[in-house]
């Protein structure tokens, strides 16, 4: 096999950001950070932050673009299939390390409908997170609690009334594990103290409902749709059923095998799985973190070595793996059940 399509690793690649944290993912990727508002790191990406040039698309420790490998031989990184991803270095999913060390402000991200419609992408923003860490009390706010008239929402809205916001909210506490399946449309805010590992459609599409908290102004929250039309993509129906969209998982125990860490219905968008020893994958692109030190097997007898904080993109052409390891430890993120023949198929949260 040429060793150009074995496992890359990824070099490190933090964002700065509105908001303050970032120091749990340098203890983990074993790097540092140049301030304290670099929050993010974007895993093995090749979309950038909106209308930030190039900024978000990852390299690989040899200094290569992600974005270009996979746009140079999209059928060795995501399969035959590639021909009906959205662009050419598309590999369906957009993985990020988020630490949050206050809270995030109230916003919504649209679903693949009223983004194909209205902002020309055959994706959406469905998201989900693996709660790596979380500070005793730090909670996940998600879907409203009870229907809201949507003239009030607006109102509220345009008072910047936070508090009116989350009161309205769903509360529950984060904890180490918890895996959360956020649909587009949904209302979310993310306390302070929270850690999670972040996979998502591959889009950077967010309307903000709580600017106030941020950076951004009311001209710069609405998708450039005009609030009139972006409210089109916020639920007011009340989210009643949470526990559909939680999942406790255990990353410490000793691991075997592949364990599932989101609810089934995520399937469709992006598919998280916690690896130990002897857990087996099919062929195609995949995002690794690794939390223990680990080795990949690909189905020609290549090796590759993973220690702990390392992010590897795993191209198509590596074949079925396999992982090995006294200690062996990986959250292992991929592109949705079927994708991309099902990127054209309607939204299922």
Known sequence: MDPQLHPRTMAPNLIDHFYRGGDRIAALRGIEQ????????????????????????????????????VA?????????????????????????????????PVHVHPARAFALSHLDCPYGKTESWLVLDAEPGSAFHLGWSEAVDPDELDRRRDAQDSEWMLARMNRFEARRGMGVLVPAGTVHAVDAGIFVAEVQEPTDFSLLLEWSVTTSTRDESHLDLGFDTAMGAVSTSAL????????????????????????????????????????????????????????????????????????????????????EGTEANLIVHRPGSGWPQTLGDSDVA
Request: glycine share 10%.
């Open 240 to 323: 009643t059923d949470i526990d559909a969209l939680v999942r406790s998982n255990d990353l410490d125990s000793p691991a075997s095998g592949a364990a599932r860490l989101l609810p089934p219905t995520a399937d469709a968008y992006f598919r998280l799985d916690r690896a130990g020893a002897g857990a087996e994958f099919d062929a195609g692109f995949a995002v690794v973190l690794a939390l223990a030190d680990t080795v990949l097997h690909g189905a020609s007898g290549e090796t590759v070595s993973a220690a702990r904080g390392d992010v590897l993109a795993v191209p198509a052409a590596f074949g079925p793996w396999r992982t």
């Open 72 to 104: 140079a031989d999209p059928e060795a990184w995501i399969g035959p299939g590639h021909s009906l991803a959205a662009r050419p270095s598309d590999t369906g999913v957009l993985v990020k390390l988020l630490d949050a060390r206050q809270r995030l």
């Open 34 to 69: 140049s301030n304290p508002f670099q929050p993010e790191e974007w895993l093995a990406a090749t979309v950038p932050r909106a209308g930030e040039g190039e900024i978000g698309l990852a390299s690989t420790t040899d200094g290569e673009l992600l974005r270009d490998l």
